[in-house]
């Protein structure tokens, strides 16, 4: 039997991709700010509800970008809990991760903790909205503010979030998604960077085409980050679907919620008041002793039923060889984050799980 996968992706129609594969080939323009890639850009503005939106081929890529636009050097605060993408791009700038302890409320950087891991090194902050729940933006503002930090969200589960009715994206002094194939929203691989002003956008614009302001002048040390055409053309097309996979998501969020609900050692995030979520993960935490069996006991057992949930974010970032030997990374400086990687289980979670397999999930679950 096929297993069920923690994901799936959302993809568009094949005859309307061929459609417009077909435009791409007639064109012969398959890359470099093509027809396409212009129109996802616009459709971005607009689906999201900000001003400017640059693509890019993947989401570490912005991130790296984000911190070489604005020349951050020294050290850079963040979170020990989500995905290696986001330490890695502050190693490859050569700065140094400073780890600070997340809010077990949200799986997000400790507002509380930030201030007291500042030195005089420090130059930004880059907080991640983690399975796409709001960070306390306004309190990190305060901080940035206060110290003269620039922060960038890494808002790569965080596609479609907003906080009474404003986009998430919004906040700091850039964020970035990304559009891999696990995510809510994808072009296949793809990414992209949300900032403020043209100015910026435009500098952004060409860091990611090498630094080219023109045929001959290079303003700037680039990279090659550039969306094609055709994975710009699957983008727009998936635009289309986007919000009934979200509403298809928060069903089974409702289904997971009510069934697990009341189960001895295992708690769940609930939706935070006038937040729009975007169901990216549903993460469950297990008490070993209250519920009486290890999370990697539940794990394996799912697994044995054809249930792959994954333990997104373990082991924690910190704990990789690269990182582990920063005084930041110490168990004894992120004890909230050692326990939720500890003890997580990303269930299932996508458009078109059926209600006879999350009853599955949930009832293998219940029954211990
Ligand atoms: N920041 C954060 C906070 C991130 O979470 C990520 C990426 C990034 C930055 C960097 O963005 P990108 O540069 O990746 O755009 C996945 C993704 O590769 C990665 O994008 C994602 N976060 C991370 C959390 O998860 P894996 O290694 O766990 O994926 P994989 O290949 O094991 O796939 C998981 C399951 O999804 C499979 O068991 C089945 C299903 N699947 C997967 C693919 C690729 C499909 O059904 N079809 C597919 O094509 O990393």
């Known amino acids: 039997m096929k297993p069920i996968t923690v994901t799936s992706p959302l993809l568009p129609d094949l005859d309307e991709f061929h459609e417009l594969l077909r435009e791409i080939w007639d064109s012969k323009w398959i890359t470099n700010n093509g027809s396409f890639h212009q129109a996802l850009e616009a459709a971005l503005c607009e689906y999201l509800k900000v001003p400017y939106v640059s693509l890019f081929t993947n989401g570490t890529l912005p991130l790296l970008t984000a911190l070489q636009a604005l020349r951050i050097t020294g050290e850079v ?62 309190r990190i503002a305060a901080i940035a503010d206060k110290y003269g930090l620039k922060v960038i969200y890494d808002a790569a589960h965080a596609f479609g979030v907003e906080v009474n009715g404003e986009s998430i994206l919004k906040a700091g002094d850039m964020s970035t998604l990304s ?21 910026t956008k435009k500098r952004i614009d060409y860091l990611k085409n090498f630094g080219f302001a023109g045929e001959t002048e290079v303003v700037g040390p680039g990279i090659n980050s550039k969306m094609d ?133 949930t009832t293998l679950i219940s029954s211990r």
Not at 187 to 192: C, M, Q, R
């Open 77 to 138: 605060i963040t979170t020990p809990y989500s995905f290696v993408a986001t330490t890695h791009a502050i190693w490859w700038n050569g700065c140094k991760p400073v780890f600070v302890d997340i809010d077990p409320a949200t799986g997000n950087i400790d507002p509380d903790k930030i201030e007291a891991a500042i030195t005089p090194r420090t130059t930004a902050i880059m907080p991640v909205h983690v399975y796409g729940k709001p960070c306390d933006t306004k």
């Open 179 to 199: 559009f891999h194939a696990t995510k809510v929203y994808n072009t296949i691989e793809g990414g992209a960077m949300v900032m403020h002003d043209a100015e």
């Open 229 to 361: 055409e055709i994975r710009s053309a699957y983008g727009l097309l998936g635009l289309k679907q986007v919000d009934a996979a979200i509403e298809a998501r928060h069903q089974v969020a409702i289904r997971y919620r009510e069934a697990l609900r009341g189960v001895k050692g295992i708690t769940f995030f609930d939706d935070m008041p006038g937040v729009r979520h975007n169901y990216s993960y549903f993460p469950i935490f297990i008490d070993a002793e209250e519920y009486g069996m290890t999370r990697d006991e539940l794990y394996f057992k799912l697994r044995d039923h054809g249930i792959w949930g994954r333990r997104y974010f373990y082991p924690l970032i910190s704990t990789f060889s690269t990182y582990r030997g920063l005084p930041s990374a110490s168990k004894e400086n992120l004890p909230l984050a050692h326990k939720m990687a500890d003890s997580v289980i990303c269930l299932p979670m996508h458009h078109e799980l059926t209600v006879e397999v999350t009853d599955k999930i």
